[in-house]
Nanobody, 117 residues
Framework: QVQLVESGGGLVQAGGSLRLSCVAS????????MGWYRQAPGKQREMVAR???????YYAEAVKGRFTMSRDYAKNTVYLQMDNLELEDTAVYYCNANQERPKNDYWGQGTQVTVSS
């Protein structure tokens, strides 16, 4: 069973930065798509950034220009660099890994990001 473990969340002031990490229990090259999602209280989970193998990285409009997703294949880790954080970025952030054949979808346990004024 694939495991994804997120870390790096915390409390930060508006305008600050955080870097989230997601370590996979197997090579991230085995996944067709990896992404970051978030869920704020009372809201549905939404995509923040998503990278499909051999393709570009897609970002939600709300985070474009502020967040950057990257990958370190040697460490089986994906990152989410979050700069210029806003109050609206407060949420639990989840790492996702997806395989198309056979179809598998994996989620981490989530890491809390809280942005204060």
């Amino acid at each position: 069973q694939v495991q994804l473990v997120e870390s790096g969340g915390g409390l930060v002031q508006a305008g600050g930065s955080l870097r989230l990490s997601c370590v996979a229990s197997e090579s991230i090259f085995s996944f067709d798509t990896m992404g970051w999602y978030r869920q704020a209280p009372g809201k549905q989970r939404e995509m923040v950034a998503r990278h499909r193998k051999w393709d570009t990285t897609y970002y939600a409009e709300a985070v474009k220009g502020r967040f950057t997703m990257s990958r370190d294949y040697a460490k089986n880790t994906v990152y989410l660099q979050m700069d210029n954080l806003e109050l609206e970025d407060t949420a639990v952030y989840y790492c996702n890994a997806n395989q198309e054949r056979p179809k598998n979808d994996y989620w981490g346990q989530g890491t809390q990001v809280t942005v204060s004024s």
